[in-house]
């Protein structure tokens, strides 16, 4: 990967007055090195591969280049690439969440360019009319999940034989969710002379294979490990039975302004907000069984510290960027390691300072190791006065052959043995 010399601020990276504007008005004091690496090559029209963590500023890195090269490209060439329903730059990305974000960020850094770009966003869970009616005439910048593209691609109401330039925002996430074949279908309507941003947390072998397809001669950046330092993790241990009260003693004792609780299901949602509600603790949810409108609801006063305490399944680990959100807080462990790193970069975003709590049980010991594992990382295990994790290993998981690796004191060795015992059953299953 490339190991690009950053620049201390915005000016030399080569973007225009308007965007310079706009980012000091934003408060923005530098460039983060994603920005600083990615954006002159973007300006020049290299394609991009892009590895870097949530919250790292990857949107206004496409966003900025993108919006200065249509800009650059002259009044009357955006009027005529606009007819027919076509568009310009295309942003793709998984969730409905991240292309509302995506859109609402573009049109931000848009504000001095006096509406001369038009920016739409499409996605599913609400009106496709309105939508096909904001497209009417064309689009300068499209951000569009898979589905609800082919939809209106299918309705006539947008076209890709024009674009010029295609963002891959989280390609790996698009991938795992299944859209393999809409990828496919969408690319097969562009034209292939394009250039191509994929920006992606992880590269597993479908998101390697679709760089080597669709790329030509591209900078590669890795950046993520460098981001990590504003953004504190800890790990606390817990009885499963006192994980909902040590929730609710954290809360009330830090007094965060915000606090983002994942869980693993969408009835484990309104359950545990039932539970903190009986220790007086309001909380607002969050899950795919939301309509689309009341999720935007939930977001924008969640946005504005209408609501402290969100819980929410992994929908919100992507495309939710509240700014200086304290802490999230894993109640349940997310199935997947790369979900993981994507739920605690909901905090500490941008250079802001962040805590990430991990909530761990017995049960899920073992699970957090491989969590560790996979994302390079290895945490101390703390524990909280008054909600200490047992030493015993609970007969209900040596039954079901699950294993109990907390390191058990010398003293000890007949807890010790247990855990190794337990630690052989698990293992044996594989």
Known sequence: MSTIKTSANFTELGLISPLLARLTELEYQQPTPIQAQAIPNILVGRDLIAGA???????????LPLLQQLFQQGKSEKQSSSKGNTVSGLVLVPTRELARQVADSIKSYAAHFNGAIKTVAVFGGVSVN??????????????????RLLDLISSNAVKLDRVKTLVLDEADRMLSLGFTEELAELLMLM????QTLLFSATFPEQVQTLTQALLNDP???QVQSAETSTLVQRVFTVNKGQKTALLAHLVKTNQWRQALIFVNAKKSCKHLADKLSKRGITAEVFHGDKGQGARNRVLDAFKVGEIEVLIATDIAARGLDIEKLPVVINFDLPRSPSDYMHRIGRSGRAGEVGLALSLID?????HFKIIEKKN??????????????AEIIPDAYLDAGKPMAKPQ???KKNRKKKAIEASDIWLKKF
Do not use: C, W
């Not at 939508?131 to 898979?146: E, F, K, N, S, Y």
């Not at 034209?191 to 394009?194: F, I, L, R």
């Open 53 to 63: 963590n949530t919250g790292s500023g990857k949107t206004a890195t496409f966003a």
């Open 130 to 147: 309105t939508q096909m009616l904001a497209l009417r005439g064309g689009t300068d910048i499209l951000v569009a999940t898979p589905g």
């Open 191 to 194: 034209p292939k002379k394009k």
């Open 219 to 221: 900078i590669e950046i």
């Open 362 to 366: 017995h049960e899920d010991y073992h």
């Open 376 to 389: 390079k990382i290895r945490l101390e295990r703390e524990e909280v006065a008054g909600f200490e994790m």
């Open 409 to 411: 004191g010398s003293g």
